[in-house]
């Protein structure tokens, strides 16, 4: 299994189901992935984000790869999505991306800094267990793995 990992700097975030896991409506549920819940995030890109071009590059590589080319993408153009809804007419999603990132397993969530451990005197990554300290409007540093099995 190929796995590409890409950062994306000072992004947007929006509705983050990071701490818990995000339940559709069962009557919606296509699949059993929406039925058990996974954890969520969507993540709002400005157009001339320095990594656009290789997040759009290894996207169309898995669609190729794994669904032929068929199918919809995690990563959409705000003004597509303007042409179906008016949920997003607010001028802060001008010229942008929105990302939906899906995942079974919690996310790792961390501070922008390091802590010294008072026992090893190392330096150690704080990980985030306040689900208040993260919400919708936030600007964040994220890791997206892409895989292509």
């Not at 071009?53 to 169309?60: D, P, Y």
Request: charged share 30%.
């Amino acid at each position: 299994m190929k796995k590409q990992i890409i950062q994306l700097k000072n992004v947007r975030i929006t509705y983050p189901f990071l701490f818990q896991k995000k339940f559709w409506n069962d009557k919606e549920a296509t699949d059993t992935n929406a039925k058990k819940g996974k954890y969520q995030i969507t993540i709002i890109i400005p157009k001339n984000h320095e990594v656009v071009s290789k997040l759009q590059e290894q996207i169309l590589a898995i669609k190729e790869a794994k669904f032929e080319g068929r199918g919809s993408c995690c990563l959409k153009d705000i003004n597509v999505l303007r042409e179906e809804h008016t949920s997003y007419s607010d001028k802060e999603y001008d010229n942008t991306f929105i990302l939906t990132a899906k995942n079974d397993y919690k996310p790792l969530i961390v501070e922008n800094y390091q802590s010294i451990n008072s026992a090893t005197g190392k330096k150690e990554q704080v990980q985030i267990t306040d689900e208040l300290k993260i919400k919708s409007g936030d600007y964040v540093n994220v890791f997206i793995e892409l895989c292509l099995s």
